[in-house]
């Protein structure tokens, strides 16, 4: 089975500190991806990586960036959190080869629910 | 560009009774579609999907979903609910000439399920 892990189920912070999600996942998957969920907006694609230390921005990069120094961990980075940036984090992961498009299933965490007060 | 649409936010069953999710989907190329549920704090799990081929799918915990390319829909069915499907459903699309495998998620469907 293939497994995703977040480092925090749960996370609490003050605005303006840095903040780090870690994402591990244990199927030797070459892509790797960091979502936002929120209410009535379902998800939405923060950051993605197809291959260690390459990054693609998503659909709302603002305010966040990622480090994927290994092949099996990605981490979310938010360098000065926001209130605004209180939400449910999910990461993925999916096979696929680097550099070539393929349409595979992703692979989802259990989420961290990070709140920013 | 594509995207995805779900049309009821929410939907309200009896145990017993059939389940409907509704899906619509634009893509500019050939899709692969997606169902994913996520019970109450949980990660999401994938339920089935369609890769062009067979366009009835069936997937886990007796879920199926037929893909109408003329109608540009992929609903969501399962003959008799039972409790333990409350939980929301997302239709996701992706496309092959989408870079880096992205999917692009409906707004989800929330499913009630009453005894």
């Known amino acids: 089975d293939v497994k995703v892990t977040q480092s925090s189920r749960y996370l609490v912070k003050r605005t303006g500190e840095k903040v780090f999600l870690e994402c591990v996942q244990d199927?030797?998957?070459?892509?790797m991806f960091w979502y936002r969920q929120d209410p009535g907006l379902g998800l939405r694609l923060i950051y993605f990586?197809?291959?260690?230390?390459?990054?693609e921005k998503g659909d709302i990069p603002e305010g966040y960036s990622v480090s994927r120094e290994k092949k099996e961990r990605f981490s979310l980075i938010l360098e000065s959190a926001s209130t605004n940036q209180t939400s449910m984090y999910l990461c993925?992961?999916?096979?696929?080869?680097?550099?070539?498009?393929?349409?595979?299933?992703?692979?989802f965490g259990p989420g961290t629910r990070l709140t920013v007060t | 560009a594509q995207s995805v649409t779900q049309l009821d936010s929410h939907v309200s069953v009896s145990e017993g009774t059939p389940v409907l999710l509704r899906c619509n989907y634009s893509?500019?190329?050939?899709?692969?579609l997606f169902w994913y549920v996520q019970h109450p704090n949980k990660g999401l799990q994938l339920l089935l999907k369609?890769?062009?081929?067979?366009?009835l799918v069936k997937g886990i915990n007796g879920f199926e979903a037929e893909f109408k390319k003329s109608e540009t829909s992929f609903h969501l069915t399962k003959p008799s609910a039972h409790m333990s499907d409350a939980a929301e459903y997302f239709c996701?699309?992706?496309?092959?000439?989408?870079?880096?495998?992205?999917?692009?998620f409906g707004g989800g469907t929330r499913v009630l399920v009453k005894p």
């Open positions: 993925a992961s999916s096979p696929g080869v680097a550099g070539i498009v393929r349409s595979y299933e992703q692979y």
């Open positions: 199927m030797d998957h070459e892509n």
């Open positions: 990586s197809y291959d260690v230390k390459m990054k």
């Open positions: 893509s500019s190329y050939s899709p692969s």
């Open positions: 369609y890769t062009s081929a067979a366009t």
């Open positions: 996701v699309v992706s496309s092959l000439k989408a870079a880096g495998n992205k999917l692009t």
